[in-house]
């Protein structure tokens, strides 16, 4: 906001600045018009005699300066502006003409008669005067098309330095400045002032649009402008009065430092505007980054909340898997007990089927301890962090294999292990896959030999293992929801708590793989599983460390 | 003869493992029952009037958890042998709380009652081992 207000400010000093320079402007050329009518030559000779400030000099400078002050106010008679500008236009290009086809086409002396002791013929402007007014006719007539607006920039700088270089020339004591001379004093004033004045005249467009513009290429055109200007034409005034014995073609130089120094400005204006181009870019793109910097900090706020609740949840989830199978064990082991108790104290009153029933509990109560065996393990499997290392597959196995000596004995059980890799992983829990998929491969068979293959395949960024089996198969239907928690594929009759499979997906995705189940070639399953070569751990979601 | 048996006093929060307790206990005629409670507070009421040779005393319970219960039966009856009787094998951080904090023996109730019942017995002989 301040920056916007002080830019406002500037605006209106530049505009009021260029409204002053014109109604000075305006007053001398009065001043001088006055003497016209009055035929008082001090009035318009301004003390240099032999270079007065012409009837149409002085008119030209009026009309001007009317025209800009109009423009400097908000623009609030198009029309008049623009004929004021059009009529100096007209005396300007009558009074070239003039001087190109060496006529008298009656308007210099139209108005006063001129006494005449200049060297331009009488009553006439000079050549340069006239350019000027010209181009600043033009300018201030065009001064609303933007498309005029490098015309219009070059113009008035011309026409402002060319007005600046004049009135120096007057005032030093330049010897080679005789055409420059040509030129009033008064009337180089009035030039300066007005060329300068409409150049810097706040516009959306152009030059004026960017000098007084608040950002890096409005300062940097501020401060080097007067620079650009003053330097060479002061250097060049001074190389002037140095060499006075006509060695420097004076006016030549001047010409040439008044084009160069304008094409320098303008220039230095576009690099300007470059530089706020490129500033209005940077504001854009750091306000796109802010913008961006708080949805992510937004996304990353929402995400770690997300986290948080997953994180609670998985730990109810642990907590309840835990607790109800501490506190369902001990009924259990209560049921238990008393069947023991039962049994012992009381068998020998039982009747056959008595006999059975008691059997029937025991039976029941195997299968439940299973299960809650399994919901403990299931439960402890995503509390801990994952403690890995690199282990040849082939040891795990093997544990796998020892662990599970008594049932692979008693099925006669052919397992084939094939060349099996080394992974990084947690020898433990991986263990335990094997054993859980070993295990199911003997449990559920058609009363056949089991025959287990376990082999590995190298894929892209991880390892493929699987272990097939000649058992009963999965229902491909089933394959996915073999791995859900207490889902049971098989008649109760084999024994199986239901939580093996999910167990197993459970230690298989923390370390990042996959595990799925598919149909073998000649009956039987396949299960496979990936482990990443280099697993990315995931945590267990909002895992608190052990205490 | 049934006076001379040694007694054990319970304190479990579930009637149903206190009765197997108690079945399990004197089923071979080597151990006597003498009193029981849900809650340590009535328990180490009971167990300063009872004087038992042993206590059976589980870790969860409402009111007041076992360990915080144990140094006031030891001061209560400081001739018992305590038996945690809690938890399950896995509980290896109540085994080693228990342990330090002065019982004189651990038992899962995992444990067949058999086992339990000649732990049991096993501490009371060390006692009059050592001091007959």
Same mark, same amino acid.
């Given at each position: 906001?301040?920056?916007?207000?002080?830019?406002?400010?500037? *605006?209106?000093?530049?505009? *009021?600045?260029?409204?002053?320079?014109?109604?000075?402007t305006?007053a001398?050329?009065?001043v001088a018009l006055?003497?016209?009518?009055?035929?008082?030559?001090?009035?318009?000779?301004?003390?240099?005699?032999?270079?007065?400030?012409?009837?149409?000099?002085?008119?030209?400078?009026?009309?001007t300066?009317?025209?800009?002050?109009?423009?400097?106010?908000?623009?609030?008679?198009?029309?008049? %502006?623009?004929?004021?500008?059009?009529?100096t236009?007209?005396?300007?290009?009558?009074?070239?003409?003039?001087?190109?086809?060496?006529?008298?086409?009656?308007?210099?002396?139209? *108005?006063?008669d001129?006494?005449?002791?200049?060297a331009?013929?009488?009553?006439?402007?000079?050549?340069?005067?006239?350019?000027?007014?010209v181009l600043? /006719?033009?300018?201030?007539?065009?001064?609303?098309?933007?498309?005029?607006?490098?015309?219009?920039d070059?113009?008035? !700088?011309?026409?402002?330095?060319?007005?600046?270089?004049?009135l120096?020339?007057?005032?030093?004591?330049?010897?080679?400045?005789?055409?420059?001379?040509?030129m009033?004093?008064?009337?180089?004033?009035? !030039?300066?002032?007005?060329?300068s004045?409409?150049?810097?005249l706040?516009?959306?467009h152009?030059l004026s649009?960017?000098v007084?513009?608040?950002?890096?290429?409005g300062?940097?055109l501020?401060?080097?402008?007067p620079?650009?200007?003053?330097?060479?034409?002061?250097?060049?005034?001074f190389?002037?009065?140095?060499?006075?014995? /006509?060695?420097?073609?004076?006016?030549? !130089?001047?010409?040439?430092?008044?084009?160069?120094?304008?094409?320098?400005?303008?220039?230095?204006?576009?690099?300007?505007?470059?530089?706020?181009?490129?500033?209005?870019?940077r504001?854009r793109?750091?306000?796109?980054?802010?913008r961006? $910097?708080?949805q992510?900090?937004e996304?990353?706020?929402?995400?770690?909340?997300?986290?948080?609740?997953?994180g609670?949840?998985?730990?109810?989830l642990?907590?309840?898997?835990?607790v109800?199978?501490?506190d369902? %064990?001990?009924?259990?082991?209560?049921?238990?007990?008393f069947s023991?108790?039962?049994?012992? %104290?009381?068998?020998?009153q039982?009747?056959?089927?008595g006999?059975?029933?008691?059997?029937?509990?025991?039976l029941?109560?195997?299968?439940?301890?299973?299960m809650?065996?399994?919901?403990?393990?299931?439960?402890?499997?995503?509390? $801990?962090t994952l403690?890995?290392?690199?282990?040849?597959?082939?040891?795990?196995?093997?544990?796998?294999?020892d662990q599970?000596?008594?049932t692979? %004995?008693?099925?006669?059980?052919?397992i084939?292990?094939g060349?099996?890799?080394?992974v990084?992983c947690?020898?433990?829990?991986?263990a335990?896959?094997?054993?859980?998929?070993i295990?199911?491969?003997?449990?559920?068979?058609?009363?056949?030999?089991?025959?287990?293959?376990?082999?590995?395949?190298?894929r892209?960024?991880?390892?493929?293992i699987?272990?097939?089996?000649?058992g009963v198969?999965?229902?491909?239907?089933?394959?996915?929801?073999?791995?859900?928690?207490?889902?049971?594929?098989?008649?109760?009759?084999v024994?199986?708590?239901?939580?093996?499979l999910?167990?197993?997906?459970?230690?298989?995705?923390?370390?990042?793989g996959?595990?799925?189940?598919?149909?073998g070639?000649? /009956?039987?399953?396949?299960?496979?599983?990936t482990?990443?070569?280099?697993?990315?751990?995931?945590? &267990?979601a909002?895992?608190?460390? &052990?205490s | 003869?049934?006076?001379?048996?040694?007694?054990?006093?319970l304190?479990?929060d579930?009637?149903e493992?206190?009765?197997?307790?108690?079945f399990?206990?004197?089923?071979?005629?080597? +151990? @006597?029952?003498?009193?029981?409670?849900?809650?340590?507070?009535?328990g180490?009421?009971?167990?300063?009037?009872l004087?038992?040779d042993?206590?059976?005393?589980d870790l969860?319970?409402?009111?007041?958890?076992?360990?915080?219960?144990?140094?006031?039966? @030891?001061?209560?009856?400081?001739?018992?042998k305590?038996?945690?009787?809690?938890?399950?094998?896995?509980?290896?951080?109540?085994?080693?709380a228990?342990?330090?904090?002065?019982?004189?023996?651990?038992?899962?109730?995992?444990?067949?009652?058999? @086992?339990?019942?000649s @732990?049991?017995?096993e +501490? +009371?002989?060390?006692e009059?081992?050592?001091?007959?």
């Amino acid at each position: 906001m301040i920056r916007a207000e002080r830019y406002d400010r500037r *605006l209106r000093s530049a505009r *009021l600045a260029v409204i002053a320079a014109a109604a000075v402007t305006a007053a001398v050329a009065g001043v001088a018009l006055v003497g016209w009518v009055l035929d008082a030559p001090a009035l318009y000779e301004f003390g240099s005699s032999d270079s007065s400030t012409k009837v149409n000099t002085a008119l030209c400078l009026l009309l001007t300066a009317v025209s800009l002050i109009l423009l400097a106010q908000g623009d609030p008679a198009p029309r008049l %502006r623009q004929g004021l500008a059009w009529a100096t236009v007209a005396i300007g290009a009558l009074t070239i003409a003039q001087y190109l086809f060496d006529i008298d086409l009656g308007i210099d002396e139209l *108005l006063f008669d001129d006494p005449g002791l200049s060297a331009s013929p009488d009553g006439r402007p000079s050549e340069q005067t006239a350019v000027a007014f010209v181009l600043l /006719g033009l300018s201030l007539a065009l001064s609303t098309y933007p498309r005029a607006q490098a015309v219009r920039d070059f113009s008035t !700088l011309i026409v402002g330095i060319a007005g600046g270089v004049a009135l120096a020339g007057h005032l030093s004591d330049f010897s080679e400045t005789e055409q420059v001379r040509q030129m009033a004093p008064v009337t180089a004033a009035g !030039l300066m002032l007005l060329g300068s004045a409409c150049a810097m005249l706040p516009r959306r467009h152009g030059l004026s649009g960017i000098v007084w513009r608040d950002d890096s290429g409005g300062r940097l055109l501020r401060l080097l402008l007067p620079l650009t200007i003053l330097l060479p034409l002061s250097g060049a005034l001074f190389l002037g009065i140095t060499s006075t014995n /006509g060695m420097v073609d004076g006016t030549g !130089l001047l010409a040439t430092l008044v084009v160069v120094t304008t094409i320098f400005v303008l220039l230095l204006a576009r690099l300007a505007d470059d530089l706020h181009h490129r500033d209005t870019e940077r504001t854009r793109l750091i306000t796109e980054l802010d913008r961006g $910097k708080i949805q992510l900090t937004e996304q990353a706020e929402e995400l770690s909340r997300l986290n948080e609740d997953l994180g609670r949840s998985n730990r109810d989830l642990e907590q309840f898997a835990s607790v109800a199978s501490h506190d369902l %064990r001990e009924p259990l082991l209560v049921i238990e007990g008393f069947s023991n108790l039962l049994e012992r %104290r009381y068998g020998d009153q039982f009747d056959e089927q008595g006999g059975r029933f008691i059997e029937n509990i025991g039976l029941g109560v195997d299968r439940m301890q299973k299960m809650i065996d399994g919901l403990l393990e299931f439960s402890r499997m995503g509390n $801990k962090t994952l403690d890995l290392s690199r282990t040849p597959v082939a040891d795990l196995v093997q544990e796998a294999r020892d662990q599970l000596s008594e049932t692979i %004995r008693r099925s006669e059980a052919v397992i084939e292990v094939g060349e099996l890799p080394e992974v990084e992983c947690e020898p433990t829990t991986i263990a335990i896959v094997f054993q859980n998929l070993i295990a199911n491969a003997i449990k559920y068979t058609d009363g056949r030999i089991p025959e287990i293959r376990i082999g590995a395949e190298e894929r892209a960024g991880s390892w493929l293992i699987e272990v097939a089996d000649n058992g009963v198969g999965i229902d491909p239907k089933f394959a996915t929801s073999a791995f859900d928690i207490f889902r049971r594929l098989h008649p109760a009759s084999v024994s199986g708590a239901g939580i093996g499979l999910s167990t197993c997906r459970r230690i298989i995705e923390r370390h990042g793989g996959e595990i799925w189940v598919d149909p073998g070639p000649d /009956g039987g399953s396949v299960f496979r599983f990936t482990l990443p070569k280099e697993p990315t751990v995931t945590e &267990p979601a909002g895992a608190v460390e &052990p205490s | 003869m049934a006076a001379e048996l040694p007694t054990v006093f319970l304190c479990d929060d579930v009637p149903e493992v206190r009765a197997l307790l108690r079945f399990g206990l004197e089923e071979t005629g080597e +151990l @006597r029952v003498i009193g029981e409670a849900d809650e340590p507070v009535s328990g180490v009421e009971q167990a300063a009037e009872l004087q038992p040779d042993a206590v059976i005393l589980d870790l969860s319970m409402p009111l007041m958890d076992g360990l915080t219960a144990l140094p006031k039966f @030891r001061k209560v009856a400081p001739r018992a042998k305590i038996v945690i009787f809690s938890g399950f094998l896995e509980d290896s951080q109540h085994t080693q709380a228990g342990d330090g904090e002065g019982a004189d023996a651990y038992m899962s109730k995992d444990a067949p009652l058999d @086992r339990l019942r000649s @732990r049991i017995l096993e +501490l +009371l002989e060390g006692e009059t081992g050592e001091t007959g």
